[in-house]
């Protein structure tokens, strides 16, 4: 009589294979999210910023140098020059 073993584990050094994750379990406050607005009076909506490049003495002011370098490189790619940044502001926030 010969055994079969099924074991569905990955050999030794090897990872398990990554599974998906339910909706909704994301890190939350992993990244802030924006509103541009351009010179030319077009917008773009929930612009991602890493969360940890906000805060402390500068506030969202970090944000536009990021989108900044994201249009950039963009435009690099794409063969056209990016947009001046009329203005941003975090998504939910408040108008002052």
Request: aromatic share 8%; net charge positive.
């Amino acid at each position: 009589m010969t055994a079969i073993f099924f074991d569905r584990r990955p050999p030794i050094g090897e990872k398990p294979p990554i599974m998906a994750k339910k909706p909704g379990t994301n890190p939350k406050g992993e990244f802030a999210f924006f509103n541009v607005v351009y010179e030319d009076d077009s917008q773009r909506s929930n612009r991602r910023v890493p969360a940890e490049l906000l805060g402390g003495l500068d506030g969202d002011e970090p944000a536009r140098g990021f989108i900044m370098e994201q249009d950039r490189e963009i435009g690099e790619k794409a063969g056209r020059p990016a947009l001046a940044i009329k203005s941003i502001s975090r998504v939910g926030a408040k108008k002052k």
